[in-house]
């Protein structure tokens, strides 16, 4: 996922929303009181959560049996399942490095990355179906240099490819387990298959404004037009700037991007890779507590739980997760649902949150070296050293001339000044 060039190539950058001064200027968005209330409010609300489900288990008399149940985990799977979220997030970083690299000369660095990836993490769980996290990793991207352009296109086309792979991910369990949904769940499989043509719908939705927006804008100018007229439409000018000015942004970054379908794919094959990280921790959580399960079951049910939760419009999907994992996980749990839903909740939920906050500041010093440069001497490097170790007469242990990591070093940026 390449990004827009920036300074190098004017024409070629995509255009961006700009933030009014009272005095007639231009400036860069803030993530300031926004994002940061949704945040604070989201913790509130799911801390009254937490307190509203301790007290239904006293009530219910279910409390013994919550407390028993979690005296009996095994906390080397948990550590299990802990490291399943890790990989979660490196992923995603890798995800983002692949546009990174793409960029020659992007002052974006790993550290950056990783405070990008926090943000969509801590701001996306804490506000309603992860509304702040675009804006939050958008704001984060321009910390580093870009511009809110640059910033946009990596952004928006890292959401696609997200949003494309959650909807591949949820297509291919169905595929290889309906027959295991229907058997298992009976008739509320056809929830989750509507809950799937929504976000397939969704998906759909976003293609259509990266590939069509004339279209689009046509289409949204006269549902503008329309609904003023009937004076159904209260905020004119947002929807007239989401039209007339987003979708044609979205659509360029996207466009800009795909242009290099190779690193799309592989994008999309990481993005897989990360999902499927998260959606196998229900089969760690369950084995803590000494129980077995289906691997691919597990993961077909992860996927399925997952959606669910992202429809409901309440911070951390309150409401969809309880409810999808007692829908799809109480028969292979069964009186250790309560206490099984509770540790893949912190392991999912609460503990990330918490530990992405302070990645938040995470920011790369030396920007003088974009990544793509880095890892072009470390390949000269390694090359200088394999060639270094192979002896004057051709190959052979004995009498090869063994070059130090500085030579090395000195001979990479040799290499690279040539290039």
């Given at each position: 996922m390449p990004q827009a060039k920036g300074n190098k190539n004017a024409a070629n950058k995509v255009p961006y929303k700009?933030?009014?001064?009272?005095?007639?200027?231009?400036?860069?968005?803030?993530?300031?009181?926004?994002?940061?209330?949704?945040?604070?409010k989201g913790a509130i609300f799911l801390g009254a959560v937490v307190i509203a489900y301790i007290v239904y288990l006293v009530l219910t008399g279910q409390m013994a049996t919550f407390l028993e149940a979690l005296s009996?985990?095994?906390?080397?799977?948990?550590?299990?399942?802990?490291?399943?979220y890790v990989f979660y997030f490196i992923f995603g970083v890798i995800a983002y490095a692949i546009a990174v690299y793409l960029d020659h000369d992007s002052p974006v660095g790993i550290l950056d990355l990783m405070s990008v990836e926090a943000s969509g993490i801590f701001f996306g769980n804490l506000t309603p179906m992860m509304a702040g996290a675009v804006p939050s990793?958008?704001?984060?991207?321009?910390?580093?240099?870009?511009?809110?352009?640059?910033a946009s296109a990596t952004q928006f086309t890292r959401f696609i490819m997200f949003q494309l792979a959650v909807v591949l991910f949820a297509a291919m369990m169905l595929v290889a387990k309906l027959r295991f949904f229907f058997d298992a769940y009976g008739n509320i499989v056809v929830l989750n298959l509507v809950v799937f043509g929504v976000h397939l719908l969704e998906c759909i939705g976003l293609f259509v404004i990266c590939l069509c927006p004339g279209v689009v804008m046509r289409f949204g100018n006269w549902a503008i037009e329309f609904l003023s007229r009937h004076g159904w439409l209260k905020d004119r000018a947002h929807w007239d700037e989401m039209v007339n000015v987003q979708v044609m942004e979205f659509s360029q970054a996207f466009k800009h991007a795909a242009k290099d379908l190779p690193s799309m794919g592989l994008t999309l094959l990481v993005t897989m890779a990360q999902l499927a990280s998260l959606y196998m921790i229900p089969w760690f959580?369950?084995?803590?507590?000494?129980?077995?399960?289906d691997f691919l079951e597990c993961l077909a049910a992860g996927s399925m739980v997952q959606m669910v939760a992202s429809a409901v419009p309440l911070p951390g999907g309150t409401g969809g997760a309880e409810g999808g994992f007692v829908m799809f996980y109480r028969h292979m749990f069964g009186e250790a649902t309560s206490a099984g839903f509770l540790i893949w909740r912190i392991v999912t939920f609460f503990a990330p949150t918490i530990i992405a906050a302070p990645l938040l500041g995470l920011s790369t010093r030396n920007r003088s070296v974009s990544i793509y440069h880095r890892v072009q001497r470390i390949k000269h490097r390694l090359k200088a050293l394999r060639a270094g170790s192979v002896s004057r007469g051709g190959s052979g242990s004995s009498g090869g001339v063994k070059v130090s990591g500085k030579t090395a070093d000195r001979l990479a940026d040799r290499h690279e000044k040539k290039q």
């Open positions: 700009v933030v009014a001064s009272p005095s007639g200027t231009t400036s860069m968005p803030k993530q300031g009181g926004d994002d940061n209330d949704q945040a604070r009996n985990v095994d906390t080397g799977w948990v550590i299990g399942a802990a490291i399943c990793q958008i704001y984060r991207l321009t910390r580093t240099g870009l511009d809110v352009g640059e959580v369950l084995n803590a507590f000494g129980k077995h399960g």
